[in-house]
């Protein structure tokens, strides 16, 4: 009796299996590539076909929005909730069925993946240009700091005071807008002259390419540097300025969009690098408590640091000669960068890479390094 039991319930269990395979909704292909919209994001041919997994599952974070898969003959959408784990059927070629799940999964967090960028190659000496500033000495950096009295901004006190000082004079002049065009003269006068006349803002770039000119014409060795996530086609990125204080011998955070600089325990300022490692290994940072965006929202450690900035400090890149009008395009221009990966970045080759813009004539040179004490040299010219 007991048996039968069991034969009987093993029946059911397999009809009611064929049953539910029999409603699942198909779609057709010829193509074993398909295209996934996956919210707002389009990842064309990023599908293969695989009616050897069962289910083959696609994970996703998109909570609340609209998961599509597009083959050459048909499509298929759901909306994403917490539960979600919507199968279904795609039938390749009229006769072969690759069934197939789309499957909510919580997204890590970006200081998790951050974390796990934490190694580098101290060992790595692949060729990359010595970083130069120009000197304070230049015509167009002293028309800079005369004609903006940047003298009279950054005070007679200690040189961390002048460079705080500049800091917050740019943020409060320059109103953030990141959708914002680049215009065409990308230097400290002209662009604050364009923000004026157009009654316009300026993104982080442009921002941290102001006051880049300003901590130079003032004598104050300054870089820009490009903050970026794991991803490499990615549509938001973050510009800050590394600032060499002479005071501390080291260099440091500083932020005109947020008006922003970070301190340890002590109080004691940080730089990108410092910043980047506390992240990872979960040491004290306090944000500085005026940072905000555009005089209207106020930054949080947790937010600005742990979230925002996690997200944009996987890599790093900066212009190799930090100098006036860096990025204003001109006839046979050579700009050159580096940057900065962790040894699980995404493209780590090749080292070198050149093009040449047929329509500006303006050649751009990229390097590549591993070794944060390269990319962090302090200057000597």
Same mark, same amino acid.
């Given at each position: +009796? #007991?048996?039968?039991?069991? &034969?009987? %319930?093993?029946? !059911?269990?397999?009809?009611?299996?064929? *049953? $539910? =395979?029999?409603?699942?909704?198909?779609?057709?292909?010829?193509?074993?590539?398909?295209?996934?919209?996956?919210?707002?994001?389009?990842?064309?041919?990023?599908?293969?076909?695989?009616?050897?997994?069962?289910?083959?599952?696609?994970?996703?974070?998109?909570?609340?929005?609209?998961?599509?898969?597009?083959?050459?003959?048909?499509?298929?959408?759901?909306?994403?909730?917490?539960?979600?784990?919507?199968?279904?059927?795609?039938?390749?070629?009229?006769?072969?069925?690759?069934?197939?799940?789309?499957?909510?999964?919580?997204?890590?967090?970006?200081?998790?993946?951050?974390?796990?960028?934490?190694?580098?190659?101290?060992?790595?000496?692949?060729?990359?240009?010595?970083?130069?500033?120009?000197?304070?000495?230049?015509?167009?950096? +002293? #028309?800079?700091?005369?004609? &903006?009295? %940047?003298?009279? !901004?950054?005070?007679?006190?200690?040189? *961390? $005071? =002048?460079?705080?000082?500049?800091?917050?004079?740019?943020?409060?002049?320059?109103?953030?807008?990141?959708?914002?065009?680049?215009?065409?003269?990308?230097?400290?006068?002209?662009?604050?002259?364009?923000?004026?006349?157009?009654?316009?803002?300026?993104?982080?770039?442009?921002?941290?390419?102001?006051?880049?000119?300003?901590?130079?014409?003032?004598?104050?060795?300054?870089?820009?540097?490009?903050?970026?996530?794991?991803?490499?086609?990615?549509?938001?990125?973050?510009?800050?300025?590394?600032?060499?204080?002479?005071?501390?011998?080291?260099?440091?955070?500083?932020?005109?969009?947020?008006?922003?600089?970070?301190?340890?325990?002590?109080?004691?300022?940080?730089?990108?690098?410092?910043?980047?490692?506390?992240?990872?290994?979960?040491?004290?940072?306090?944000?500085?408590?005026?940072?905000?965006?555009?005089?209207?929202?106020?930054?949080?450690?947790?937010?600005?640091?742990?979230?925002?900035?996690?997200?944009?400090?996987?890599?790093?890149?900066?212009?190799?000669?930090?100098?006036?009008?860096?990025?204003?395009?001109?006839?046979?221009?050579?700009?050159?960068?580096?940057?900065?990966?962790?040894?699980?970045?995404?493209?780590?080759?090749?080292?070198?890479?050149?093009?040449?813009?047929?329509?500006?004539?303006?050649?751009?040179?990229?390097?590549?390094?591993?070794?944060?004490?390269?990319?962090?040299?302090?200057?000597?010219?």
């Amino acid at each position: +009796m #007991k048996s039968k039991i069991t &034969l009987l %319930l093993f029946f !059911i269990f397999f009809a009611q299996l064929a *049953t $539910s =395979q029999q409603n699942i909704p198909t779609i057709k292909a010829i193509s074993k590539k398909l295209d996934i919209r996956d919210g707002k994001t389009y990842k064309k041919q990023s599908w293969n076909i695989s009616p050897q997994l069962n289910p083959d599952v696609y994970e996703t974070s998109s909570l609340g929005k609209k998961v599509t898969f597009i083959t050459d003959k048909d499509s298929i959408s759901v909306k994403i909730k917490k539960n979600t784990q919507f199968d279904f059927v795609i039938l390749l070629n009229d006769s072969v069925k690759a069934y197939t799940q789309i499957k909510y999964k919580a997204a890590t967090s970006r200081l998790e993946i951050l974390k796990k960028a934490a190694k580098y190659n101290y060992s790595d000496n692949r060729f990359i240009p010595e970083f130069t500033y120009q000197s304070m000495e230049n015509p167009n950096l +002293m #028309k800079i700091r005369k004609d &903006l009295k %940047l003298d009279s !901004i950054a005070g007679t006190g200690s040189e *961390t $005071s =002048q460079i705080l000082n500049l800091l917050h004079w740019v943020h409060r002049i320059i109103r953030h807008d990141g959708s914002s065009y680049n215009p065409a003269l990308k230097n400290a006068i002209d662009l604050i002259k364009i923000c004026k006349t157009e009654n316009r803002g300026l993104n982080c770039r442009m921002m941290a390419t102001i006051l880049n000119e300003c901590y130079l014409a003032m004598g104050i060795k300054s870089r820009y540097i490009t903050c970026m996530p794991k991803e490499t086609d990615f549509d938001d990125c973050h510009v800050i300025n590394m600032v060499y204080s002479n005071e501390f011998k080291k260099w440091i955070w500083i932020d005109p969009t947020f008006d922003a600089y970070v301190m340890n325990e002590k109080g004691e300022l940080l730089g990108i690098q410092e910043v980047r490692e506390r992240l990872i290994n979960g040491k004290t940072l306090i944000l500085n408590p005026e940072a905000n965006w555009n005089n209207k929202a106020t930054q949080t450690k947790e937010y600005y640091l742990e979230t925002y900035m996690a997200k944009n400090l996987y890599r790093l890149k900066t212009p190799v000669y930090s100098e006036y009008d860096t990025e204003t395009v001109k006839d046979g221009k050579e700009i050159a960068y580096v940057e900065l990966l962790p040894l699980d970045g995404i493209e780590q080759t090749p080292q070198k890479t050149e093009s040449t813009n047929t329509k500006t004539n303006v050649k751009t040179i990229s390097y590549k390094t591993n070794n944060p004490n390269l990319f962090w040299a302090k200057p000597t010219k």
